[in-house]
């Protein structure tokens, strides 16, 4: 039976979510932004595989799938908005969007 | 298998890496289509073979269309990658770099506490399937309903 240390599945995890965390912090071009939280959102459903396999369950797939799902709508909702800000600002720059005080 | 393990992780992180240095916006969406597609592979060899189908067709193939789609209708030009490159330097990566390092080296410290090996057991299709059409049923309607809401409200953003 092969092993692997549980461990070295959730450090490649963290590291993912820790590269996407950098991209979201670094970055100015809002594509780049929702690219890197993309990242981050798989880095979190890698770490539930790695459980379900760690207790041998399909309950971390089927968490895994219902993070697919939400990934799916927050880039369908995320991408729609950068549209729309591209139409009004002709810009990708987050920084436009600064001017947006209550 | 093993092996197989650490290499897609290595192509992983070192295309993940690739992504938040890009400049050019098309460069960056191939990189990161190679770390879903290593991902993708991990979870292969972790014994997840639906995850792994899932990760390629949804996140590889449907996500990233979408992303190139969006990136060809705002037709970025030579303005936007001259401004990219002006905008990267490395001195913006030196404090968030910083951080998620502390954060990731905390992370680090709890992990290297725990000593547990995992066997790989393959957890099929039909294991997985079982679940969300018992148990999880409710779970499956509440995510089609959030599957139509972003269809809904992606289509009013969207338009003109």
């Known amino acids: 039976m092969e092993t692997i240390p549980v461990e070295h599945g959730l450090i490649l995890a963290g590291i993912l979510f820790c590269l996407g965390l950098i991209g979201v912090l670094t970055r100015r071009n809002i594509v780049f932004v929702l690219m890197s939280l993309e990242v981050m959102l798989n880095a979190s459903g890698l770490a539930f595989i790695v459980a379900a396999t760690r207790w041998g369950h399909a309950e971390g797939q089927v968490m895994f799938l219902m993070i697919l799902t939400l990934a799916a709508a927050e880039v369908a909702v995320g991408l729609g908005l950068i549209i729309q800000m591209f139409r009004r600002y002709q810009t990708v720059d987050i920084s436009v969007l600064s001017e947006m005080k209550g | 298998m093993i092996t197989l393990f650490y290499l897609a992780g290595a192509i992983a992180v070192i295309s ?145």
């Open chain 2, 16 to 160: 993940t890496a690739a992504v938040i240095v890009q400049t050019n916006i098309v460069h960056a969406l191939l990189y990161l289509i190679l770390s879903l597609l290593a991902v993708a592979v991990v979870f292969y060899v972790l014994g997840a073979p639906f995850a792994a189908a899932l990760e390629a067709i949804v996140y590889a193939g449907a996500i990233l269309v979408l992303f190139l789609f969006v990136i060809m209708m705002l037709n970025l030009g030579q303005h936007t990658r001259d401004q990219e490159r002006s905008w990267l330097s490395a001195r913006m990566f030196v404090a968030p770099g910083i951080m998620s390092a502390l954060l990731l080296g905390q992370f680090l410290n709890v992990m290297s506490q725990i000593d547990q090996d995992m066997t790989i057991t393959r957890v099929g299709v039909m294991e997985v399937s079982a679940l969300l059409f018992g148990p999880y049923v409710l779970a499956v309607e509440l995510a089609s309903i959030l599957l139509l809401a972003g269809l809904v409200s992606a289509y009013h953003l969207a338009k003109k």
